[in-house]
């Protein structure tokens, strides 16, 4: 099962969303794109700021994070020049239905390049592109 940011960042901070994402996920293998690695460090100081967990609890879901990494329970798929080409694309051709952001435009695009279940995101407007895209969405 391919997870964005928006699900992966509910399996280590509590969160409204959190018990309903874990239970979705448990037992699939999970992936996801190396930008999940930057942007789920953004996601971790974000909540920090915003006063949902303290510098501690930061720092033990990221390590948490890298384990999970590191044990291959979470596969981090490689970027490379064809899928930011790829993603580019896919920005034109769900515009102008959907405006889906550059970095859902990657995850979609790396997605497409690999073999990983459904897509799973807590992004409506990734969604909404995956679906015009005919890309098999958790619900």
């Known amino acids: 099962?391919?997870?964005?940011?928006?699900?992966?960042?509910?399996?280590?901070?509590?969160?409204?969303?959190?018990?309903?994402?874990?239970?979705?996920?448990?037992?699939?293998?999970?992936?996801?794109?190396?930008?999940?690695?930057?942007?789920?460090?953004?996601a971790f100081l974000r909540k920090e700021r915003e006063g949902w967990i303290k510098p501690a609890d930061r720092d033990l879901s990221?390590?948490?994070?890298?384990?999970?990494?590191?044990?291959?329970?979470?596969?981090?798929?490689?970027?490379?020049?064809?899928?930011?080409?790829?993603?580019?694309?896919l920005m034109a051709e769900v515009h102008p239905r959907v405006p889906i952001r550059t970095l859902d435009a990657v995850h979609l695009a790396t997605y497409l390049?690999?073999?990983?279940?459904?897509?799973?995101t807590a992004d409506r407007r990734m969604r909404e592109a995956a679906e015009l895209l005919g890309i098999q969405v958790v619900d």
Do not use: H
């Open 1 to 42: 099962m391919y997870l964005d940011t928006s699900v992966l960042a509910k399996l280590f901070i509590a969160e409204p969303g959190s018990e309903e994402c874990a239970a979705k996920v448990a037992g699939e293998s999970i992936v996801s794109s190396e930008l999940a690695y930057v942007e789920m460090f953004s």
């Open 62 to 89: 990221w390590t948490a994070f890298e384990s999970r990494i590191a044990d291959q329970n979470i596969i981090l798929a490689s970027l490379d020049g064809a899928i930011i080409g790829r993603a580019r694309m």
């Open 113 to 120: 390049s690999i073999v990983a279940g459904p897509l799973f």
